[in-house]
């Protein structure tokens, strides 16, 4: 499986040698066209991710992933078809629920997964990650098709494919 999903990111990836705008706030010489995937790609991905989840989070298991916005590539919907426990079907959740008032009660107590197709800096994981703590959850790691963040957070990225780092264009801090 693992040498299927190199393969796959090999065929999206694109070098250059002048580095692309890939964010707010940062560049890279290498670009993942994340929106080349087909289906069956992702699904395979969400298959490789959604094992990984279950041996680094193990013995907790999530009871809900939470989509991030900029996230199109159903990474989510495919992680909750592929990791079930006891035939429990695991939710998913839109970030930008997170502002209506019944949302809020349903995070308290649960475990819960961050998705996002690709992770860069980390910063908008960090930020969800403040948010649905702050609102009783506790958060078992971050799940990405692409990871390309260049250190630890404050749990594990679980990514298909590490990518090429990138270059931050301002201070975070």
């Known amino acids: 499986m693992e040498n299927e999903i190199r393969e796959i990111f090999e065929r999206i990836t ?18 993942y066209r994340i929106e ?20 680094v989070c193990s013995p907790a298991t999530p009871h809900l992933f939470i989509n991030l916005p900029g996230s199109y590539t ?23 629920e997170l502002h209506l008032s019944g949302k809020k009660g349903e995070l308290k107590g649960k475990n819960v997964v961050l998705v996002n197709d690709v992770i860069t800096t980390a910063r908008s994981c960090l930020e969800a990650h403040t948010k649905v703590t702050m609102l009783g959850a506790s958060v078992l ?18 990514a298909a494919f590490t990518g090429e780092p990138v270059i931050l264009l301002e201070n975070l801090v």
């Not at 790691?141 to 679980?158: E, K, M, N, Q, Y």
Request: glycine share 6%; hydrophobic share 40%; with cysteine.
């Open 74 to 96: 159903g990474l989510a919907e495919e992680l909750a078809k592929s990791l079930t426990f006891s035939g429990q079907v695991i939710s998913v959740m839109q970030l930008e």
């Open 36 to 55: 080349d995937l087909n289906s069956s790609n992702v699904q395979l991905c969400a298959d490789y991710v959604a094992e990984r989840i279950d041996k």
């Open 14 to 31: 694109e070098h250059h040698s002048v580095p692309l705008r890939i964010g707010s706030r940062c560049e890279a010489h290498t670009y």
């Open 141 to 158: 790691c971050w799940a990405a098709l692409v990871d390309r963040t260049f250190g630890p957070g404050p749990v594990s990225v679980i």
